[in-house]
């Protein structure tokens, strides 16, 4: 087994990191499929996103809002799974709580 066939990471670490450097989105792994990295949106912000050329998951740790994808709305909290197809208009809105998101991007996330 190569040592880049697989990697351990403890969410408690990720969100430490993510505190510490103090931006939205840290991602903490991209290899040529997929992209995975943690996303937090303060109560009362906008989330300025824009249509990514990937699919991608949400799983909300905490927090709680609404979100809208292609127009349609629904209310998140924790333990809500999201799919996003690649290219779909999607934003969360109306964020009660203070957001935590693990996102999972198929090949390589934005930017790739």
């Keep these: 087994m190569a040592e880049d066939d697989w990697k351990v990471f403890e969410l408690d670490e990720v969100r430490e990191e993510h505190s510490r450097r103090q931006i939205p ?3 903490f792994l ?5 992209s995975c990295g943690l996303y937090r949106l303060a109560a009362g912000s906008r989330d300025l996103q824009s249509p ?4 991608e ?3 909300v740790l905490e927090g709680r809002g609404r979100v809208r994808v292609e127009g349609e709305t629904r ?5 809500s ?7 779909s208009e999607h934003s969360f809105f109306e964020i009660e709580e203070d957001m935590t998101l693990l ?8 930017g790739a």
């Design 103 to 110: 996102v999972f991007f198929a090949s390589g996330g934005p």
């Design 81 to 87: 799974i999201l799919y996003v197809r690649a290219s």
């Design 25 to 27: 989105y840290l991602e």
């Design 75 to 79: 209310e998140v909290g924790p333990g």
């Design 30 to 34: 991209r290899v040529p499929a997929l």
């Design 52 to 55: 990514h050329d990937e699919d």
């Design 57 to 59: 998951v949400y799983h």
